[in-house]
């Protein structure tokens, strides 16, 4: 089945797919972007959802919220994991670029995911979620993690090259140690948007879907089969 995405009305609901303008240099919020990667689609009949990743490698230390607003920008959002097969995916594609690991020297820090804790969750396990909405099911956790380490650690990132594919929680500045980030989009690049959300409302659409899906309803990217 297909993986369906929360929308507000500026951005038509059940479309099927995003729009990308796709830059080589930017300035946002005072970080330059220096290197990204080539999009790159996990093809259906490999198992995947169809969808397109970006590494972004900014040069210089990035928050989550301005990874999320510069992915935001592209027409996609931080990329979201639903399982071990497109954990492997994404991380063999944040592996292949160095310049989005914060610490190259000892292959950690990797790039942000889309992960969050919402306040007022249990710690430090408690009310993960993804951008998209969707349920945060899959988890791969390294050792130890997620610790909330200092009571300030809520957003999601690629841990070390050392432990492949494994999770950190870290605060959401990222204290000058996140130097990339990865985008997720549905269509394949190309076609500039008009309006995309900003990182508050993909946080209020992530927890309009934890609600709905509290309720019973069912909130899911389209994801194809």
Not at 8 to 36: C, D, H, R, W, Y
Request: proline share 6%.
């Amino acid at each position: 089945m297909n993986r369906k995405i929360l929308t507000f009305s500026n951005i038509k609901k059940g479309s099927p797919s995003f729009s990308v303008f796709v830059f080589n240099t930017m300035l946002v919020s005072g970080f330059v972007e220096t290197a990204q990667a080539e999009w790159t689609q996990w093809p259906t009949g490999s198992g995947g959802n169809g969808h397109y990743y970006q590494v972004v490698a900014v040069g210089t230390a990035i928050s989550w919220d301005t990874a999320q607003a510069n992915a935001a920008t592209a027409c996609g959002y931080l990329a979201t994991i639903t399982n071990e097969g497109e954990n492997t995916f994404v991380f063999s594609l944040a592996d292949a670029v160095p310049g989005a690991w914060g610490s190259p020297a000892l292959d950690e820090f990797g790039p942000w995911l889309g992960g969050f804790q919402p306040p007022g969750e249990p710690e430090p396990s408690g009310g993960w979620a993804w951008l998209s909405g969707e349920v945060f099911a899959y988890t791969n956790w390294d050792t130890g993690e997620p610790n909330n380490a200092g009571g300030v650690e809520n957003k999601l990132h690629f841990h070390a090259k050392w432990a492949p594919g494994t999770w950190n929680d870290l605060q959401t500045s990222g204290v000058g140690l996140i130097f990339g980030y990865v985008i997720e989009r549905e269509s394949s690049p190309g076609v500039i948007c008009s309006t995309v959300p900003t990182v508050s409302e993909w946080g209020m659409m992530a927890m309009a879907a934890l609600m709905l899906s509290a309720g019973g309803v069912v909130i899911a990217r389209r994801r194809a089969a």
